[in-house]
């Protein structure tokens, strides 16, 4: 005690205490500071306990954002087992094609198939999602199945309009296309679904979307695609918080899982489809 008191007084410059021969009398100085200790002290002390409280109450509400088929498909059973695990947590889903929302402040937490380069901003890798070409079997009756991939040529194809992914695809196999290749071209991923259910063609989706229905199978199943990485982000300083940490380690172990079992696709017996159009 005495050596703290004397390092007080070297640091303040001045005198605190009288030593005496019963031990330590405080000064006039000393007496007017005590009750502004004394407030210093019981502030820090409520600081300390709500910060305390904040890091340790897993409650509130954390802003997830996803795109169409990851928040409309993968996601909605995974939230469900979240609610059971973090009951006090409530999820504000914002579903967005966009990888603006987490440096907008829109989202706490966002999963994308794109990696983040902004500093800001801490992504991991937790997943990837594999990719199969599909058709509805109603269109497989009446044009058949492929059998290997340059039979894709010969079928009308479901594609996407801005994105030029599949065209690069096939540019890679040797088969350079343009977009009027497409029986439809759609970047909204539920409408490209669905037009694939409609039997509008041969379409390519993450293979946690096959088991939705069964009138959509897998074509062509060793048909390697690149695979698409699932990138959980968040901000670095908003990882301190006791329910977005709680959240972001859940998705982490949840989503793996959810598309372990998603993944597996149905697959049809290929045919050979009839030649009633001329390769592209």
């Not at 440096?103 to 999602?129: C, F, G, N, T």
């Not at 695979?227 to 172990?253: M, N, Q």
Request: hydrophobic share 50%; net charge neutral; with cysteine.
């Amino acid at each position: 005690m005495g050596r703290q008191i004397a390092e007080l007084e070297q640091q303040l410059g001045a005198v605190l205490f009288e030593r005496t021969g019963r031990g330590l009398k405080p000064t006039e100085l000393a007496l007017t500071l005590a009750d502004p200790a004394r407030q210093m002290a019981a502030a820090a002390l409520v600081l300390n306990q709500q910060l305390h409280s904040a890091n340790a109450d897993v409650a509130g509400t954390v802003r997830i954002t996803a795109s169409q088929p990851v928040a409309c498909y993968l996601l909605p059973p995974v939230l469900a087992a979240m609610r059971e695990a973090l009951p006090a947590v409530q999820v504000a889903l914002v579903v967005s094609n966009s990888v603006s929302n987490l440096l907008e402040r829109e989202a706490d937490i966002a999963l994308r198939m794109v990696r983040p380069d902004q500093s800001s901003l801490v992504a991991k890798l937790i997943a990837e999602v594999g990719v199969s070409a599909c058709a509805s079997r109603s269109y497989l009756r009446q044009r058949g199945a492929p059998v290997v991939p340059t039979d894709l040529l010969l079928h009308d194809l479901v594609g996407y309009d801005q994105n030029d992914e599949i065209i690069k695809g096939f540019a890679a196999m040797g088969h350079p296309m343009t977009h009027t290749r497409f029986a439809l071209r759609t970047d909204d991923m539920i409408a490209y679904w669905q037009a694939v259910r409609a039997g509008l063609g041969v379409g390519f989706v993450a293979n946690y979307m096959l088991g939705l229905h069964d009138d959509v199978v897998q074509v062509l199943p060793g048909l390697a695609l690149p695979k698409l990485p699932v990138w959980l982000t968040v901000h670095r300083e908003v990882r301190t918080s006791a329910r977005i940490r709680a959240v972001y380690d859940f998705l982490a172990h949840a989503v793996p899982q959810a598309l372990n079992a998603t993944q597996t696709a149905a697959t049809i017996a290929p045919t050979p489809p009839p030649p009633t159009k001329d390769a592209a």
